[in-house]
Structure formats: C-alpha cells, structure tokens
C-alpha cells in the first residue's frame, strides 16, 4: 500500500496504525543493470540531509526477480554508498549496527528498478511495547488486529477467546474499543531523524491519550488451560492499561461454556507448526467441534490456524476461509457461524429416502 502525506501524517500513521508492519518514506527509484549503478544513484541523494552521522546505521535489501547474483552483495553497496557519501561531506561515516539501529534503509530490487527507502517506524510497528517475552507469542499484534477486523466484531459484541494464551487478540480488542493508540507508549525511526518536529510529535501523542468519544465498554472474556498464559495474559493487559475490560479465567477450552447467548468467538489453536503432534491435533479437533456446535449455538466462531485439515477434522462447515500468513506459516481463517439443531441439509418434500 503506497500513499503520500505531509510530517504530521507519517507521525499520525505510525501512531494509530494497528495492521501496518513499517511506513517507510520512498528517498529515490531509479533503473539499474548492475551493482554499479545502484552504488553511483545511492551515493548521489544528500544522506547528511536526512540523518546525523553520530546516528547508527543498518541497510536492508529485498528483491524480486532482480538480476544481481547476490543481495548481500547489493545491500554492502548500499551500506557504502551512504557511508562515502558521508565521508566525503563530513570527513567521517555512520557506524554500522545490525541489531538496534538509529536509521534503517530499506532497498527493493524489481527486474529493473530499484527503491529506496527510510525506515520511519524503527521497530516493526506490531511492537507495542507492552508484550511479556516470557511467553511466546503465536501470532504478531498487528496480525491479531487484522484478525479481529476480518471477523467484522465490534465493540458491542461479545468477544471471547478461549484459548487465549498471552491474551494478543483480547489485548487488541479492548485497545480498539477504547480508542488507545497502538504505538502511544513506543519510539519511533522518525525520532531519529533530521526535520523531526518534537512539538508537533509531543502534541499529537498528548492528544492520543484523550479517550475518544466514541470508546465503548467492551464484553471480553478469555480463558486458558496454563496458568503460565494467564498471568502472562494478565500483565500484558495491564502493562496495555486495559486490564479491567478482560475477564480470564483458568478453564479447559473442551470445559468452556458461552459467556453469552450469542457473541463472536475467535482462536488460534495450536497446530503442528507451533505446538502438538499430527495425532494428537486430529484428536482435539472434533472435540472443539462438538463443543461449538453444543455449547455456543447463536455464536460466530473463527479459528486461526496453520493446519488446513481442520474443517474436515473438526466437523463443521466453514462458511469462509480466508487464507493469510503467520510469518512464512500459509494459514486460514476459518469462519463457523453456529446454528441451533442440526447442521444437515433438510430434506425437500420430493426428497424421499430410496427403498
């Protein structure tokens, strides 16, 4: 997705963007043939213009049917065309760091152009700064929004995960009908950068933490089997400041009843890439069927998985499959919308059994 704004819309974008991964403002496009051609473009933009040279540097290059032989290769070019760059307007360069960088670069490689980019987020904005580590997240919180969004859930629905592990998807809905600013507690690349206007930035933040007119008391309920997740789940949304809008409780997800008469269910049970053998998912997954069609009629359940055997295995007929990716994990996001009775087909008044 590409679009075009002024210093206030890129502050305001990485601050309220719940799905993005980066925003990164596009510095140059141009052709190239050769490793060559990239260095002599990089190395023509004013980089002092744009960053100091006491900040710390790290170059990034992806492609895509690039004819270079090599982008390691590609991205060390870059990295020293920056850095000559500096050297010959300041005397002296950017020292890299790999791990934890003032000033990102991205490169993209097309068949016959390149582009080239400055990172304004910094860390991937599904950062939001208040996960616990100590429990391993399934899926990012910009995924999670995304999620949550597809399932067409809103703020005065009902919303339960029952398997809820660190409380990712609970932690997101209840920011979101709060109106909390996903990156309202994080830095940002843009801080980083020359041109930065901290008054504007401190006044867009300020405004951040003003609970919107609109926010609404959510209904939202959340159990695991761990006890580990939970209070994992429990610090992440206080450290979130969305604590007192969640309900957990310690409860088997094949022991869990509704909450509600009717509401929007969402998971991301384990599968065989995460966590649990072939055989013994196979096993789980009629099991939850039988529990959603028994427990939760007048429901709208989604499930969120890597494993593309489960509408056959847990029983039930999805009315939407949605595929997405879990990292470089294929997934679907299977739709269940649960009726009462049977889920048969009702015969027709000609539709009689053959003798």
């Excluded at 209904?219 to 695991?224: H, T, V």
């Excluded at 049970?269 to 096993?283: D, F, K, M, N, V």
């Excluded at 989604?302 to 997405?324: H, Q, V």
């Amino acid at each position: 997705m590409q679009f075009t704004g002024d210093r206030e819309t890129c502050y305001r974008v990485n601050l309220w963007s719940r799905i993005a991964s980066r925003i990164l403002w596009k510095v140059a496009e141009f052709p190239y043939r050769s490793e060559h051609d990239i260095y002599n473009e990089v190395k023509r933009l004013d980089w002092p213009r744009h960053f100091e040279v006491k900040r710390t540097l790290r170059v990034s290059v992806t492609g895509q049917k690039s004819p270079l032989k090599s982008l390691e290769f590609a991205t060390l070019r870059i990295k020293d065309a920056i850095c000559d760059r500096f050297r010959e307007a300041q005397g002296i360069r950017p020292s890299v760091d790999r791990s934890a960088p003032d000033v990102r670069v991205h490169a993209f490689l097309d068949p016959s152009r390149a582009s080239v980019y400055l990172d304004t987020s910094g860390e991937p904005l599904f950062k939001r700064s208040w996960r616990d580590d100590e429990v391993q997240a399934p899926l990012r919180e910009n995924l999670a929004a995304g999620i949550l969004m597809l399932t067409g859930w809103t703020p005065d629905q009902v919303l339960l995960d029952p398997m809820c592990g660190g409380g990712t998807f609970l932690t997101e809905a209840a920011a979101m009908a709060r109106g909390r600013a996903p990156g309202g507690k994080r830095e940002f690349g843009f801080e980083k950068l020359r041109g930065f206007d901290s008054a504007l930035w401190e006044k867009l933040r300020a405004s951040a933490t003003q609970l919107p007119t609109e926010a609404r008391t959510p209904l939202l309920y959340g159990s695991d089997s761990d006890p580990r997740a939970l209070q994992a789940a429990r610090r992440n949304l206080a450290a979130a400041g969305v604590e007192r809008w969640v309900k957990l409780e310690q409860v088997d997800v094949l022991d869990r009843e509704a909450p509600a008469a009717s509401g929007v269910m969402i998971a991301n049970p384990p599968y065989g890439e995460r966590i649990g053998s072939e055989e013994a998912l196979a096993e789980l997954y009629p099991l939850l069927g039988n529990v959603m069609k028994t427990r939760f009629s007048s429901w709208n359940c989604f499930l969120f998985t890597g494993d593309l055997r489960l509408p056959k295995l847990i029983r039930l007929e999805a009315s939407r499959r949605i595929p997405l990716f879990n990292g470089p994990i294929e997934c679907r996001l299977y739709q269940f919308e649960i009726v009462a009775g049977s889920h048969r087909k009702k015969r027709g008044p000609q539709e009689g059994k053959a003798e």
